[in-house]
């Protein structure tokens, strides 16, 4: 990236941590040949002999490089800190799903959640949740503190309605659902291409996975299906 194309940006910033290094950026090679003297080529440039329409005063650059690090310190408080973080949890399903929290957000398991209960109209509801999917696009925060109840939904991998017989399958960023295997239905890794079964006479879920029945009052049944994602060397 030239001279020119630093100081365009506005994200200038970003590249530099001291202003020092910005006007490194902005200084010629011909500054310093003839100069010999990187202090003297930054002086040049600071005093604006350079001729630059967009080049930051010294303040400037102080200002913008505050505000660029106390949005990095809120974007990274928010990422590292958990949903489940600070509240005191009974329910062992949502226990659970707080001691897996941490791998499925960074990727390293993913988590099928098998739910069945009753919904607000007194219908039996089940389906499989994609529980890091899940966790990007709600406030989960809401289900471990009790404002809300995880319930799988039409748009998640698996929904029936035991009572209208209606029933959706759908694929996620995670899993590719698979309805003609001999095993029923399987799910598939789009990470690492492997399978999981939740057919419940398979002794065991598929290659990398664990099944774990949950025992919670809030639900007719609950199973939780890990499955560690296997990196790419």
């Known amino acids: 990236m030239s001279s020119d194309e630093h100081l365009q940006t506005v994200n200038a910033v970003a590249h530099f941590e001291t202003y020092e290094a910005y006007l490194d950026s902005i200084a010629s090679w011909q500054d310093m040949f003839y100069l010999e003297d990187q202090t ?24 913008r490089r505050r505000e660029f690090e106390a949005s ?22 949502l226990l659970a799903l707080a001691e897996r929290e941490a791998v499925n957000r960074d990727g390293r398991v993913a988590t099928i959640i098998f739910l069945r209960s009753l919904n607000e109209r007194n219908q039996e509801i089940s389906g499989y949740v994609d529980y890091a999917q899940r966790l ?5 925060r809401e289900y471990f503190s009790g404002e809300a109840r995880l319930m799988p939904r039409v748009n998640d991998l698996a929904y029936f309605n035991w009572k209208t017989q209606s029933s959706r399958c759908n694929n996620t960023v995670n899993w590719t659902v698979l309805s003609e295997s001999v095993h029923g239905m399987v ?18 879920p598929g290659d990398s996975s664990t099944r774990t029945l949950v ?7 609950v199973v939780l299906y890990d499955h560690i994602i296997r990196q790419k060397i």
Not at 72 to 93: F, I, M, Q, T, Y
Not at 136 to 140: G, V
């Open 40 to 63: 003297l080529a930054r002086a040049i440039v600071e005093l604006g002999y350079r001729g630059t329409a967009e080049f930051m005063k010294r303040h400037e650059f102080a200002e």
């Open 72 to 93: 990095k310190v809120s974007r990274d408080s928010r990422e590292d800190r958990l949903a489940a973080d600070g509240l005191e949890l009974e329910d062992p399903l």
């Open 136 to 140: 990007r696009s709600d406030a989960f």
């Open 187 to 204: 799910f598939k890794s789009r990470r690492d291409r492997k399978v999981v079964s939740v057919d419940p006479r398979t002794e065991t």
């Open 215 to 221: 025992q919670s009052s809030n639900y007719t049944q």
